[in-house]
């Protein structure tokens, strides 16, 4: 028992970084979906975004900020949930420069920097928890 308590108590001093990033992330994401569920509409006229985009993606980020405060508040965090939201960064990131590139919506200038300010956002949050996971092991 007390080789359990120790191995868990040192997972969870060795994981600050991971479980920052992941609870930032969690904030930043859960506002963002907030953000798109409840101003649809303006957004969609201001960044040239369809509100029919915007409510999934909201509600997308609401649940995936969800799962992010639950999982940094686990004692341990799993490595492998943690890579899991490191590649769901990654594919948001990816996701974002096709949006760009393959032009899929009208974005207007306010769009395209907004599109591209969240790019770099998640990219941080995954380099961060990159971090973070490489130093919990």
């Known amino acids: 028992m007390t080789a359990i308590a120790s191995t868990t108590a040192t997972a969870a001093r060795t994981a600050p970084l991971l479980r920052l990033a992941l609870r930032l992330d969690a904030v930043a ?4 979906g907030l953000l798109y569920v409840a101003a649809a509409a303006l957004f969609g006229e201001m960044f ?4 029919a985009f915007l409510y999934p993606a909201g509600a997308f980020l609401v649940a995936f900020a969800a799962a992010l405060f639950a999982l940094s508040s686990r004692p341990v965090i799993s490595r492998a949930a943690a890579g899991g939201v490191i590649a769901v960064n990654a594919l948001w990131v990816v996701a974002s420069v096709e949006v760009l590139v393959a032009g ?6 306010l769009g395209t920097a907004l599109v591209i300010a969240q790019a770099v956002a998640v990219a ?3 380099g961060l928890q990159f971090a973070g996971l490489r130093r919990s092991s």
């Open 104 to 109: 899929w919506f009208p974005l207007t200038g």
């Open 48 to 51: 040239g975004l369809p509100a």
């Open 29 to 32: 994401s859960g506002a963002n």
């Open 124 to 126: 941080a949050f995954a």
